[in-house]
């Protein structure tokens, strides 16, 4: 049961668009919903995160949108570059369950010179 | 800089046999995780620690048992390998308390069960 759903599995984007990923998600318990950004050999580092009481928090190039009444939050990348080109993991913490945190399944972003 | 580090990069082992994963994080972090990355799945909790001596199941636990014997140290254990369970090993630490915690990952171990 995959309580975190994000699409697209794959995403290629031209060097200066839009990247954008998506993530829905069920337990309404949940109340912090950050986004980790993996490089390869490496292992995923904490890149923007977001609380259900704020609708968007921008850092940079990346923002968070968040839609609470439909369960779903998303990272758009302005301007993106090829060093961008990584796996971007949205996740999901519920506020009962400590520093537990539910994973979606991963977006590989290919950026395009 | 908090770091994670994990002993082993790549690790191929044969069906049956025990294997031990170790993690180390050097910023006195109470929580520790393993996670196992498979492509499509993305991050699945196997276990997690909460402090010394204790251990919580995660989503997948089955065929994995955990160690904390020291708050910096956090093993997974494979008591008979299979080849199910070839894939990316990943150990994080966050800071305890419950709250919004960011949790530093290692650079994982991709283990291979032949």
């Known amino acids: 049961q995959q309580q975190v759903k994000q699409s697209p599995q794959s995403l290629i984007v031209q060097k200066g668009g839009i990247s954008i990923i998506n993530c829905a998600y069920e337990?309404?318990?949940?109340?912090?919903f950050p986004w980790y950004q993996q490089f390869p050999g490496k292992g995923p580092a904490l890149l923007i995160a977001?609380?259900?009481?704020?609708s968007e928090k921008k850092e940079g190039r990346f923002t968070i949108s968040f839609n609470k009444s439909a369960k779903q939050f998303s990272l758009h990348i302005m301007d993106s570059q090829p060093g961008d080109s990584a796996t971007y993991f949205c996740?999901?913490?519920?506020?009962?369950?400590?520093?537990?945190?539910?994973f979606g399944q991963g977006t590989e972003l290919s950026v395009k010179p | 800089d908090v770091k994670v580090t994990q002993s082993s990069r790549y690790l191929v082992k044969r069906t049956g046999e025990k294997v031990f994963l170790e993690c180390v994080q050097d910023?006195?972090?109470?929580?520790m995780f393993w996670y196992r990355q498979d492509p499509g799945l993305g991050l699945r909790l196997i276990y997690f620690?909460?402090?010394?001596?204790?251990?919580e199941k995660g989503d997948i636990p089955e065929g994995y048992s955990v160690s904390r014997e020291k708050k910096e140290r956090f093993s997974l254990i494979l008591e008979s390998a299979s080849t199910n369970q070839t894939s990316m090993y990943l150990c994080?630490?966050?800071?305890?308390?419950?709250?919004?915690?960011?949790?530093?990952f290692g650079p994982g171990t991709r283990l291979t069960v032949l």
């Open positions: 977001i609380r259900p009481d704020v």
């Open positions: 996740a999901a913490r519920s506020y009962n369950q400590g520093g537990k945190l539910i």
């Open positions: 337990n309404t318990a949940f109340d912090y």
């Open positions: 620690s909460y402090d010394v001596k204790m251990k």
């Open positions: 910023m006195d972090h109470e929580n």
């Open positions: 994080a630490s966050s800071l305890g308390g419950g709250l919004q915690r960011e949790q530093f």
